[in-house]
């Protein structure tokens, strides 16, 4: 399942990023950020973070799709209409309503696809991904990927690499993991 989200950022002060940095849609400079779950919704797959808002749902998940096996299917909303990878909900025609199997059909599609909309809840408990993100903009992706990390921790899967699929998948994304032991720093 596949979604994504915008989320503000500092206006830049260079004019050309600026300008690619701007949503239309919030009316804001955003970052754009994508994030693949597992059917059952008990890890995270895939995640990318720090692109341009303005960037559609669709354009974002077909710069990146070569990760995934070519046969691989996915569910995900209505921004993501006319990709072949993806299965969306039925549409509703214009000046019409739907009629009753399709609404039905809805219905059942929606109630699979809302994990992925409660993980990405979980990953916007964190203050940093709620709020306008005032750190280094270079560190979006980094600081992004250690709270879907972090959100799994919270929901009760463990971060190790082992036969552990969750674990593996964990690494795939690059969550940061914190080292075991500190080493003291080198005085002088």
Do not use: W
Not at 146 to 169: D, H, M, Y
Request: aromatic share 8%.
């Amino acid at each position: 399942m596949v979604d994504s989200y915008e989320q503000l950022r500092e206006r830049p002060t260079d004019n050309k990023e600026q300008e690619e940095y701007y949503s239309g849609k919030a009316s804001k400079h955003t970052f754009k950020s994508q994030i693949i779950i597992l059917p059952d919704a008990s890890d995270i797959v895939d995640v990318i973070a720090g692109e341009p808002g303005p960037k559609s749902d669709i354009t974002l998940f077909r710069e990146n799709r070569d990760n995934f096996d070519t046969k691989q299917k996915f569910q995900g909303d209505l921004g993501y209409l006319g990709e072949d990878l993806i299965d969306t909900p039925i549409k509703t025609p214009r000046n019409r309503k739907l009629t009753s199997d399709p609404k039905q059909e809805n219905q059942q599609f929606s109630s699979k696809r809302v994990f992925v909309e409660h993980r990405i809840r979980s990953v916007k408990i964190f203050r940093v991904v709620q709020e306008r993100f005032r750190l280094n903009p270079q560190k979006y992706a980094e600081v992004i990927l250690t709270i879907c990390g972090e959100s799994a921790l919270r929901e009760g899967f463990p971060l190790q690499a082992t036969a552990n699929p969750k674990g593996l998948v964990r690494l795939r994304i690059g969550a940061l993991i914190l080292p075991t032991k500190i080493a003291p720093l080198p005085s002088g």
